[in-house]
């Protein structure tokens, strides 16, 4: 078996979708945002072109996107800043083991390059990962496959062979596009029966995901 793997970041490794969250609801208040809610769950794992346009097409072309994303993003920054970032339970377990066992670990997160670098070296993850593709480095975001086939192409792996852990549909939907096998952690959305049989398992926590790869 290949030993290969490529990790979301967000809603996977740490707790930071739960945080994005709280502030998209209140610049939704700030801003008068209707439907807020299912806006922050239609978001997860977009890129900020992909963001820009769903924005775009449901709340109009004159809606004030860039004083929304400055406003979200330095209520999110605030957040971090005063509470620190969230790491998920298990997280470091598993990459240690992965790392001991010898997989080749890679990272695949519609965030921004500088901000998942600063993230992870904030909390001690990033020397983990030998190979990281960022939102801004491909054209299509999740759902799309491209930022998944790009990782494994970077990591020299077939897609086929490679396990990702996601936990947002449109993460889940990506990687299976990619003929990936998806492991489901869900964070803020329960995946549905589609979803589900579409992966390769789908598991409480990061320690039940280890303890699923130590038994292959």
């Not at 979301?8 to 739960?18: K, N, P, Q, Y």
């Not at 801004?136 to 396990?163: N, W």
């Not at 549905?192 to 789908?202: I, K, N, S």
């Amino acid at each position: 078996m290949t030993k290969a793997i490529i990790f979301d970041m967000d809603g996977v490794l740490t707790d930071t979708e739960a945080v994005s969250a709280r502030a998209w609801r209140e610049c939704g208040l700030l801003q008068q945002i209707r439907d807020m809610e299912q806006t922050i769950l239609d978001c997860i794992g977009l890129n900020e072109n992909d963001m820009r346009a769903y924005f775009a097409g449901k709340y109009g072309e004159e809606f004030a996107y860039r004083e929304f994303k400055k406003n979200k993003s330095r209520i999110f920054e605030e957040i971090l800043e005063k509470e620190g970032i969230p790491v998920k339970p298990g997280a470091r377990e598993l990459l240690e083991y992965l790392r001991r066992e010898g997989w080749e670990i890679g990272l695949a997160s519609s965030t921004k390059g500088y901000k998942i670098r600063a993230r992870l070296e904030k909390i001690g993850l990033l020397s983990y990962f030998g190979t990281i593709v960022a939102g801004d480095m491909v054209t299509h975001s999740k759902p799309h496959p491209e930022i998944y086939l790009r990782a494994c192409e970077e990591m020299g792996v077939k897609p086929q062979e490679t396990f990702a852990i996601e936990d947002s549909p449109n993460g889940i939907r990506s990687a299976c596009a990619a003929g990936m096998k998806v492991l489901i952690v869900p964070d803020l959305i329960q995946p549905g029966r589609e979803l589900l049989e579409m992966a390769a398992g789908c598991f409480a926590s990061l320690d039940q995901v280890r303890e699923y790869l130590e038994e292959k």
